[in-house]
């Protein structure tokens, strides 16, 4: 991913521990994969199947001050030549200002929701499918990016949110009462993007 591209898609992740005097976190385990199972097996949405079809809108950048930018933005979403593949293309801007990024989503496992997103320049991006909405975490220069694409009705909610990967506090990590209570990183979210993206019908 070039420099240019990634400051044009930087746009919280907010984390609620909820415990009791009875609960031990260090004991306690999350079943990620029954979770992740047990959620696909109810989505009334045939991913990517249904997603199949070109969509536009405006693509808004937020930061603490407000919104500071609004470009166009497109996401063209096509069957390929491969099974399980299809084209995930995503446009900028538009006119001689427009930047294209023509992506593969593939699948990985339909069953537990996970699929890649290969841009194709030896990036390759988890991303996971859960309640009608596709959404992939990773690092790049120094930040994380939560990305996520989520069905609405008739649009794609797009969304992009980015906070630095190093924690600006740390707390908890200590005993009170005999509860053992976790240690808990914070993060400071920079900035947000949001688009609604509609479906564009030909006119014949």
Request: hydrophobic residues 35%.
């Amino acid at each position: 991913m070039s420099q240019h591209a990634f400051i044009l898609i930087l746009g919280c992740l907010f984390i609620g521990i909820c415990c009791s005097p009875k609960s031990n976190f260090s004991n306690q385990t999350i079943p990620v994969a029954k979770t992740i199972r047990d959620s696909t097996n109810i989505q009334t949405i045939n991913f990517p199947r249904e997603w199949v079809g070109n969509w536009e809108g405006n693509l808004s950048v937020y930061n603490a001050k407000g919104k500071t930018q609004v470009i166009q933005m497109g996401l063209n979403i096509s069957p390929s030549d491969s099974i399980g593949t299809y084209n995930w293309t995503i446009l900028y801007g538009q006119d001689s200002m427009q930047q294209i990024r023509n992506y593969l989503l593939k699948t990985i496992d339909e069953s537990v929701g996970h699929y890649l997103i290969d841009e194709k320049n030896g990036i390759l991006l988890d991303a996971f499918f859960i309640h009608n909405e596709l959404k992939s975490i990773f690092d790049v220069m120094g930040n994380t990016l939560i990305v996520s694409y989520k069905l609405e009705k008739k649009n794609i909610l797009f969304m992009v949110e980015v906070f630095p990967s190093k924690e600006i506090r740390t707390s908890g990590d200590t005993i009170i009462n005999s509860l053992e209570i976790p240690k808990v990183k914070s993060y400071q979210h920079t900035t947000k993007q949001l688009a609604h993206l509609q479906k564009k019908y030909l006119v014949e």
